[in-house]
C-alpha cells in the first residue's frame, strides 16, 4: 500500500454519502448480535486471539516503522535520564516495540539520548510466546507479559507512576466499550505525572466499518469479524472525553484521513483512523 497524497488531519466526522448510507442500514437488517452470542465472544476474546496467533503466527502485521513519524516523542528526550520506560499494550508479535528496539540501538538511530526501556504486554500468550522468541528480545531492555489491560493484572509486572510513555495503538477497538474506563485509568495510574498515552485507532466511518455484513454488528460501532475477534470505531469526541474525564490532558486528537493505492490491485483505498496524545494531569 502507497499513500497516494498527504494524510488529511481534522476534527470534523465524514460526511456519509448516500452510498455509505446504505451500507450502514443494511448492517441493521439482522439487528444486533443476540446476547448470548455477544457474551460468549466476550468469554473467548483471548481464546480468539490465541487462535487468530497460531494461524497467522508473526505474519499477518507489518512492522510499524511508521511510529516515530508520528509520534515524535518516541524520538524527543525531555528528560534529563539517560533511560526512559515505554509500555506497549497489545503488542501482538512485537511490530512496534522491536522497530523501536532496533532503532536505538542501531549507531545510526536517533536514540543517543532518551533510550528506552521497553515493558510489553498482550492479551494472548501465544502472541508474548512470539516476542520472547524474537532474535532481538533482550531481557535488559525489554520485558514482555501476558495480561488482560482491563484487569489488576498488569499491576503486578509495572510499578505505579514508573512509565514516561504508554502506547496503545490498534489496541482499544478490540476491547468491549464496556471496559475503556478500566484500561485508560490502568494506564493513568501507571504513568508519571507528565507521562504521555500514544494513541491511534479506527475512525468512525472507516472503510473497515462500512465493509461489514449483516449480522456482524454487536452494538453501535462494534462489529465482530469472521474469526471472533472484535473491531470497535471510534468518535473524535467520545476519546476526548474518556481521557479528559481520567486525569489526562488532550494534546492533540483527530481523524486521520488517508488514501493509499493497492498497486497490485489497483484498488484506491480511503481510510480513517483516530490518532492522540494524552498528558497525565500533574496533579
Known amino acids: 500500500m502507497e499513500p497516494l497524497e498527504p494524510d488529511v488531519f481534522t476534527k470534523q466526522t465524514k460526511e456519509l454519502t448516500a452510498a455509505d448510507k446504505q451500507k450502514l442500514e443494511e448492517q441493521n437488517k439482522r439487528g444486533f448480535v443476540p446476547e448470548f452470542k455477544a457474551n460468549k465472544l466476550e468469554i473467548d ?24 513519524r508520528e509520534f515524535q516523542e ?10 526512559r520506560t515505554l509500555f506497549e499494550v497489545g503488542c501482538g508479535v512485537g511490530n512496534l516495540v522491536f522497530p523501536l528496539l532496533e532503532e536505538q540501538t542501531s549507531e545510526e538511530g536517533c536514540f543517543t539520548k532518551g533510550r528506552f526501556y521497553f515493558y510489553a504486554c498482550d492479551f494472548s500468550p501465544r502472541a508474548v510466546d512470539f516476542v520472547r522468541s524474537n532474535p532481538l528480545y533482550d531481557s ?13 493484572q498488569v499491576h503486578e509486572h509495572i510499578p505505579p507512576s514508573s512509565l514516561d510513555v504508554c502506547t496503545l495503538i490498534f489496541v482499544l477497538s478490540a476491547i468491549h466499550p464496556q471496559k475503556f474506563l478500566d484500561v485508560v485509568q490502568n494506564l ?23 465493509r461489514f455484513k449483516p449480522g456482524n454488528k454487536i452494538a ?33 486528537n483527530a481523524y486521520v484521513h488517508r488514501r493509499t493505492l493497492n498497486l497490485k490491485e489497483g484498488v484506491d483505498v480511503p481510510r480513517i483512523f483516530l490518532q492522540g496524545k494524552f498528558r497525565k494531569k500533574n496533579l
Open 74 to 83: 518516541l524520538l524527543d528526550q525531555e528528560s534529563s535520564d539517560d533511560k
Open 140 to 152: 535488559s531492555q525489554i520485558t514482555a507479559f501476558q495480561c488482560d489491560i482491563t484487569t489488576q
Open 45 to 68: 476474546a483471548q481464546r480468539n486471539w490465541d487462535i487468530f496467533y497460531k494461524r497467522n503466527e508473526t505474519r499477518f502485521f507489518k512492522d510499524r516503522h511508521w511510529t516515530t
Open 188 to 210: 493513568w495510574k501507571l504513568l508519571k505525572p507528565g507521562g504521555l498515552v500514544l494513541f491511534r485507532d479506527y475512525g468512525l466511518y472507516d472503510m473497515a466499518q462500512l
Open 220 to 252: 453501535d460501532n462494534l462489529y465482530v469479524r469472521q474469526d471472533g475477534t472484535r473491531s470497535y470505531f471510534f468518535s473524535e469526541e467520545e476519546v476526548s472525553q474518556l481521557f479528559q474525564e481520567n486525569g489526562f490532558d488532550i494534546i492533540t
